[in-house]
């Protein structure tokens, strides 16, 4: 897929500088400013414009592409992007921004945020940000989309081969360092989700304490597959449901929100096959929920 520059139509008769500031991008005056300075903005295809540059009804701007346009608009919304080319965008997603649209929430989501931002920038109405998997609204951090169907559907086909890690703040100390969960899991008719015997699908993931508080421990979990729901309800069942996961049995919500973070992904490019990997850190507020150890409790 060719790399495309940016290009707007002038309606009416302007200055560049305040037009540019008028696009959907989000440009502060800065950016604007530094996207002229480096000869990245051209008017009918003339590089020497400067601020003062008078348009016309008709005229085109062109912002070259792989410059940098600041992201602010869809980062005001709780979206970040990490990463963004042709063919993927990695963001990463605040607590509290469903992943994509609900029957009550068909606007503010990251897949609309994203949606609209990558329109604005390729100056088409058609979609151009595609869901490959999806994050709880409550839990923040990273997440890979697609730039067209054709890459949605081989990401998700070669899903298991991405590296997904998670964080959690959870309740209590765990008596293991380090273990594999093994579970069946289903959903009721009340949308929650459940172990049982037999039936529903398997859902392993693999957990590794990293530090534990005087009340409650911080651990990594690498999800080797992807069911919904998956990290709260197992560590639920292993009696130490996710601070803050009132659905899952938690009893203590001091940040209020869930204690979950997206840190980790790490795949193979689709296209050009090189290797990615991605990495957010841990909210601060989350982190500062582990009390530590006195001398005496760490023995």
Known sequence: MPTRDHQFSVNSRCELLPYLLALPLGLSRKAAKDLLRFRSV??????????????????????ASGKQIPPASVERHGLKIVYLDDHIVVVDKRAGLLSMGSEGEKERTAHRILNDHLKALSGTSSQTAFIVHRLDRETSGLMIFARSRAIQAELQQNWKAVTKKYLAVVEGVLSKAEGTLR??????????????ERGGELAITHYRVLQKGRANSLVELTLETGRKNQIRVQMAGLGHPIVGDRKYGATTDPARRLALHSTNLKFRHPVSGAPMEFRSAMPSRLIDLLVPLSKRERG
């Open 42 to 63: 051209t008017v009918k295809r003339v590089p020497s414009v400067r601020h003062d540059t008078q348009l016309e009804p008709g005229d085109i701007v062109t912002i």
């Open 183 to 196: 579970d069946n899991l289903v959903e009721s008719k009340s949308l929650r989700m459940h172990r049982v």
